[in-house]
């Protein structure tokens, strides 16, 4: 019997889909919150929680914001698992190259894979050219504290958080109705599903309230998001993709996707897919 650990600071709809989904093919389930880890070194030894020695697979969840000492513990404890053997889904270094948006950025820049125009700076940024940016936190997710601005002005008032400055070019047109992107939910370096997220606001997230439809993908786009997989070495994930002018973006790599929204317009059981891939990889 293969024994399974879901670990997260909660533990939502997705941990109990999960659980179900490995329960119903024989596999021993438990689950952990970060601050119930403890870590041991003894005797030349590395080992967590008790009931965590005959793990062979974490799947892992939710990371909460927290002190730098906090995140670097929980991603150490990550690593050590995966030094002594375990499987983590999704492994530490892929939370630590898309947690951080600027190193997402930067290697989706050297992968050569569209994405939009950035600016990053320690402190305020003070001089720039284009009008109408995005100002957001390089940790963060479901378009959280993300700010437009309009001008040099509007960026002198507003103070980046955990002062660093992270400006991306606004990709679309301000003028249109309604605003669009696409996100494509990825397993094992392919396509799952994807749907459309319209707004009227600018910000297209479904926990900001967009609407949600059915949406079938190119296989422009679908080359485009197994190569993102690829190189953020993704055993799954959410890759957010708009076109604007007969070219696409990619604007965010989500390694600790949410999938709630999306199976409400999906007649597929997306977590029994997800878990079908992630076992093939134990196995």
């Given amino acids: ?34 601050d119930e880890l403890q870590a041991n070194f003894q005797r030349g030894k590395f080992f967590l929680n008790p009931e965590l020695k005959k793990v062979k697979g974490v799947w892992l969840r939710f990371i909460n914001n927290g002190t730098l000492e906090e995140i670097t513990t929980k991603l150490t404890f990550l690593h050590l698992l995966e030094k002594i053997g375990v499987y983590i889904h999704n492994s530490p270094k892929t939370i630590e ?7 997402t950025t930067g290697l989706l820049e050297i992968a050569s894979i569209n994405s939009p125009n950035t600016l990053v700076k320690i402190g305020k940024i003070k001089k720039f050219k284009k009008k109408n940016y995005l100002l957001k936190p390089i940790f963060g997710s479901q378009g959280k504290n993300i700010s437009f601005i309009k001008n040099k002005l509007n960026l002198s008032k507003t103070k980046p958080i955990g002062n660093v400055s992270y400006l991306q070019d606004f990709i ?6 309604k605003h669009w992107d696409v996100r494509v939910l990825v397993s094992n370096h392919k396509h799952v599903t994807s749907m459309k997220r319209s707004s009227k606001k600018i910000l297209t997230n479904a926990y900001q309230g967009a609407v949600l439809e059915k949406f079938a993908i190119t296989d422009e786009v679908k080359k485009m998001c197994i190569k993102v997989s690829k190189l953020f070495k993704l055993g799954y994930g959410g ?10 973006y990619v604007l965010e790599v989500n390694s600790i996707p949410s999938w709630k929204a999306i199976q409400k317009i ?10 079908s891939d992630f076992l093939k990889v134990l196995e």
Avoid: P
């Fill in 97 to 103: 190259m898309t947690v951080d948006k600027v190193r």
């Fill in 172 to 177: 679309g047109d301000l003028n249109q109705k």
């Fill in 266 to 275: 999906s007649q597929k059981n997306i977590t029994e897919v997800l878990v």
């Fill in 1 to 34: 019997m293969l024994s399974i650990a879901i670990i997260g600071d909660l533990h939502d709809w997705h941990s109990q889909q999960i659980e179900s989904s490995l329960k119903k093919r024989g596999c021993r389930v438990i689950k952990f919150k970060f």
């Fill in 239 to 248: 890759i957010d993709i708009k076109k604007n002018k007969g070219k696409y």
